[in-house]
């Protein structure tokens, strides 16, 4: 079971993105509140491959019921990723959507929520690996605009705007955001 969410979940945090975890946890979506639901415990559908920072983040009352399933719907559609000015936003795109508003704040509080030294460190070490994965983003793609011919830098963007790709959600924002300006790259993320 362990080995077949890993794989389902591309070996990254379906929260943060965040790729080949050293701390991964079994999440339950909806939880099991210690056993008060026990359907949920073993619900192939609630269960989620997810890094202890969220995981931990996520373990709030307001949580329990109300984040999107992202294995039934799509977060890129419904929120917008931004690493913009060296800081991270994560919007609903329709603020009437409960759960799409939800979902964009515990984006935000997993990159940005301070309250104790040990998640201060961890929010930390997510926003450098976001800011790294970016950077190579945007390397590739001022490399694409000087060699637009080269099929190696193309095959470089098509992996890093891979969904498998840490920080994918990210990363397709800014192309989908900067569209006319990377237009052969929206194949790569339709």
Not at 2 to 10: Q, S, T
Not at 74 to 90: G, H, K, N
Not at 136 to 162: H, T
């Amino acid at each position: 079971m362990i080995e077949r969410l890993r794989e389902d979940f591309h070996n990254k945090c379906y929260i943060c993105e965040l790729k080949n975890l050293q701390d991964p946890e079994v999440e339950h979506l909806l939880p099991h509140k210690n056993g008060r639901y026990p359907e949920r415990m073993f619900d192939w559908n609630n269960l989620f491959w997810a890094c202890g920072h969220c995981n931990k983040v996520k373990n709030q009352a307001k949580y329990e019921e109300g984040i999107i399933d992202c294995c039934r719907q799509d977060p890129e559609e419904l929120i917008s990723f931004r690493f913009q000015e060296a800081d991270v936003i994560a919007e609903a795109k329709n603020p009437e959507d409960s759960k799409a508003v939800l979902t964009a704040t515990l984006v935000r509080e997993v990159f940005h929520l301070k309250n104790t030294a040990m998640r201060d460190y961890k929010r930390e070490l997510r926003f450098r690996e976001l800011n790294k994965e970016m950077n190579i983003l945007y390397d590739n793609l001022e490399e694409m605009k000087q060699k637009p011919e080269s099929k190696a830098v193309m095959r470089k963007l098509k992996a890093l705007l891979r969904r498998e790709s840490g920080f994918a959600a990210f990363k397709r924002n800014y192309v989908r955001e900067n569209a006319e300006r990377f237009p052969e790259l929206l194949q790569y993320i339709a």
